[in-house]
């Protein structure tokens, strides 16, 4: 014989329990009250029990109810939990992963995670997108990405977002082999700062800190000679002219001439910057990202940490 006491049924009871008013809880149902009403008596009838006191004003639960509630909660509860069990387990099979990255560099920093997870998971999707600050945290807390990866200089601008730093850069400023501060020792500040600069234009962050430098060193207002994304064009700039380029890595950079190139470091005077994930604190993580986010820890862990 089939029970009028269904899922559907045992919602609307828990509901009505919960807001002590048959109005209140058809409005959060979007059921009508008469609706509402002919389920719970329906309820009532098939048990042969009395679930809620009809009062003056609002309804009270009976003993009988009391009961009722509770192990209806407990039902719900895990039914809750099996739906969202499989659909994590749907996810990880057929799900997509949409990440943003503040600056565009920083997906370098996550290929290793990324490639691991496609090979974990074959059928899933990845989508990437990057751009600034203003075209891409918008795009997290509207839901349009599930998580952005980027410098911490970058994120924390926004505090409607949650940020986790994963791992300290370090900063070094890039040379040619040749460079006239190739054969000169306890090179300085100043000494690097005086030699024209190339920049990407996604480092905004960076940018604004190396401003600050020239104007504790009492240069002239910083203004990058050179500017582009072009990783190769960026070589053949530094082969041909006494520019530097500033870099970050998440690994120590060995200092001195390494190939065709010298790399500066702790000679200029810059804030930490972090590889950090940002999620929306407005929307449910999904179990793509939550996966992401632990091999990405993983690793970084194993490289050793600091």
């Given at each position: 014989?089939?029970?009028?006491?269904?899922?559907?049924?045992m919602?609307?009871?828990?509901?009505?329990?919960?807001?002590?008013?048959?109005?209140?809880?058809?409005?959060?149902?979007?059921?009508?009250?008469?609706?509402?009403?002919?389920?719970?008596?329906?309820?009532?009838?098939?048990?042969?029990?009395?679930?809620?006191?009809?009062?003056?004003?609002?309804?009270?639960?009976?003993?009988?109810?009391?009961?009722?509630?509770?192990?209806?909660?407990?039902?719900?509860?895990?039914?809750?939990?099996l739906?969202?069990e499989?659909?994590?387990?749907?996810?990880?099979?057929?799900?997509?992963?949409?990440?943003?990255?503040?600056?565009?560099?920083?997906?370098?920093?996550?290929r290793?995670?990324?490639?691991h997870?496609?090979?974990?998971?074959?059928?899933?999707?990845?989508?990437?997108?990057?751009?600034?600050?203003?075209?891409?945290?918008?795009?997290?807390?509207?839901g349009?990405?599930?998580?952005?990866?980027?410098?911490?200089?970058?994120?924390?601008?926004?505090?409607?977002?949650?940020?986790?730093?994963?791992?300290?850069?370090h900063?070094?400023?890039?040379?040619?082999?040749?460079h006239?501060?190739?054969?000169?020792?306890?090179?300085?500040?100043?000494?690097?700062?005086?030699?024209?600069?190339?920049?990407?234009?996604?480092?905004?962050t960076?940018?604004?800190?190396?401003?600050?430098?020239?104007?504790?060193?009492?240069?002239?207002?910083?203004?990058?000679?050179?500017?582009?994304?072009?990783?190769?064009?960026?070589q053949?700039?530094?082969?041909?002219?006494n520019?530097?380029?500033?870099?970050?890595?998440?690994?120590?950079?060995p200092?001195?001439?390494?190939?065709?190139?010298?790399?500066?470091?702790?000679v200029i005077?810059?804030?930490?910057?972090?590889?950090s994930i940002?999620?929306s604190?407005?929307?449910?993580?999904?179990?793509?990202?939550?996966?992401?986010?632990?091999?990405?820890?993983?690793?970084?862990?194993?490289?050793?940490?600091?």
């Amino acid at each position: 014989m089939h029970s009028l006491v269904d899922l559907k049924r045992m919602r609307y009871i828990v509901e009505v329990a919960k807001a002590e008013a048959i109005t209140t809880a058809a409005e959060i149902l979007a059921i009508s009250q008469p609706a509402l009403t002919r389920n719970i008596a329906e309820v009532e009838s098939e048990l042969g029990v009395q679930l809620f006191h009809r009062m003056p004003r609002g309804i009270q639960l009976t003993d009988e109810g009391t009961r009722f509630v509770s192990r209806a909660k407990q039902i719900l509860g895990d039914v809750d939990n099996l739906l969202t069990e499989m659909q994590e387990e749907s996810d990880l099979l057929t799900g997509r992963l949409k990440i943003g990255f503040v600056p565009s560099g920083y997906a370098h920093h996550v290929r290793d995670a990324l490639t691991h997870m496609v090979d974990q998971y074959p059928g899933i999707s990845i989508e990437t997108v990057s751009g600034n600050l203003q075209t891409i945290c918008p795009r997290l807390l509207h839901g349009e990405l599930n998580l952005v990866v980027g410098s911490n200089r970058y994120l924390e601008r926004w505090r409607e977002l949650q940020i986790t730093r994963v791992k300290r850069m370090h900063f070094a400023c890039m040379c040619r082999a040749g460079h006239p501060l190739a054969g000169k020792n306890n090179i300085q500040e100043l000494d690097v700062l005086s030699y024209p600069a190339i920049l990407t234009p996604t480092i905004e962050t960076t940018a604004s800190d190396l401003a600050q430098r020239y104007i504790a060193n009492k240069l002239p207002e910083f203004q990058p000679r050179y500017v582009t994304d072009d990783d190769q064009l960026i070589q053949r700039l530094l082969d041909k002219t006494n520019a530097y380029s500033p870099i970050q890595f998440p690994v120590p950079i060995p200092g001195g001439v390494q190939g065709n190139r010298l790399f500066l470091t702790d000679v200029i005077d810059l804030p930490d910057h972090y590889i950090s994930i940002a999620t929306s604190p407005y929307r449910p993580m999904t179990k793509l990202a939550e996966r992401f986010i632990e091999l990405v820890n993983a690793q970084w862990e194993r490289l050793g940490s600091e």
